[in-house]
C-alpha cells in the first residue's frame, strides 16, 4: 500500500517556472519507476516525465528542454521543474509510481493553470 501526495502546483503567468514534488509513504520498494502525467478534460492521460530507480529518464516531446524530472531516494521524493510555462501547460498533474510487478499508484492531482 502506497500513497502519494504532491505539492508545488498553482498560478503563473507564461514564461515563468513550477517546481512540483510529490511524496511517496507506505510499502515502498526498493526498485520503482516514478513520474508525472497530466490529463486535460477530454483528453486521455499522457506521461510527461518518467524517471526510473537508476535516474534513468524520459519525457514527452512537447515538455522536453523544459521540464526536468528528478528524484530523492532518501526522502522518497520525485520532483518536477517546469520552466518556461505555456498556457497550453494547463491542467492537473499526477504522480505516479509504478511497483516491479506493473502496478500504478497515482496521487490526487495538483492544479497548474499558466496564464497568458
Known amino acids: 500500500q502506497v500513497q502519494l501526495v504532491e505539492s508545488g502546483g498553482g498560478l503563473v503567468q507564461a514564461g515563468g517556472s513550477l517546481r512540483l514534488s510529490c511524496v511517496a509513504s507506505g510499502s515502498i520498494f526498493s526498485i520503482n519507476t516514478m513520474g508525472w502525467y497530466r490529463q486535460a478534460p477530454g483528453k486521455q492521460r499522457e506521461l510527461v516525465a518518467g524517471i526510473t530507480s537508476y535516474g534513468i529518464t524520459s519525457y514527452a516531446d512537447s515538455v522536453k528542454g523544459r521540464f526536468t524530472i528528478s528524484r530523492d531516494n532518501a526522502k522518497n521524493t520525485v520532483y518536477l521543474q517546469m520552466n518556461s510555462l505555456k498556457p497550453e501547460d494547463t491542467t492537473v498533474y499526477y504522480c505516479?509510481?509504478?511497483?516491479?510487478?506493473?502496478?500504478?499508484?497515482w496521487g490526487q492531482g495538483t492544479q497548474v493553470t499558466v496564464s497568458s
Open positions: 505516479n509510481l509504478r511497483t516491479p510487478g506493473g502496478f500504478d499508484y
